[in-house]
Nanobody, 123 residues
Framework: QLQASGGGLVQAGGYLRLSCAAS????????MGWYRQAPGKERELVAA???????YYADSVKGRFTISRDNAKNTVYLRMNSLKPEDTAVYYC???????????????????WGQGTQVTVSS
């Protein structure tokens, strides 16, 4: 199971840190991803980190968001700085089994999904 938390309401320019706690899986052997879905839009990959530490960011968040993982705590984080109104969405974490440096970008490649946490950025 994946439990996402840390969302909320923040003013533009502010920051939030999302957390996704995993249970029931060998976390260190899983690649993790953060997705978001805004109203009326398709779900999109925001950031991903492989079990081996490779990292991907969508162009829209490069330089503002940072993904990290703490295998000892079975948790993946998404630090979001300089938030913009267009970052408003429900954010989901996802897990995909597999060791190595591979980054997974398609929804269908992920095995488990968290319940989502709402991020609202006011202008």
């Amino acid at each position: 199971q994946l439990q996402a938390s840390g969302g909320g309401l923040v003013q533009a320019g502010g920051y939030l840190r999302l957390s996704c706690a995993a249970s029931g899986l060998t976390f260190g052997s899983y690649a993790m991803g953060w997705y978001r879905q805004a109203p009326g839009k398709e779900r999109e990959l925001v950031a991903a980190i492989s079990s081996g530490g490779s990292i991907y960011y969508a162009d829209s968040v490069k330089g503002r968001f940072t993904i990290s993982r703490d295998n000892a705590k079975n948790t993946v984080y998404l630090r979001m700085n300089s938030l913009k109104p267009e970052d408003t969405a429900v954010y989901y974490c996802a897990a995909r089994g597999g060791r190595g440096l591979s980054i997974f970008s398609r929804d269908s490649e992920y095995d488990y999904w968290g319940q989502g946490t709402q991020v609202t950025v006011s202008s």
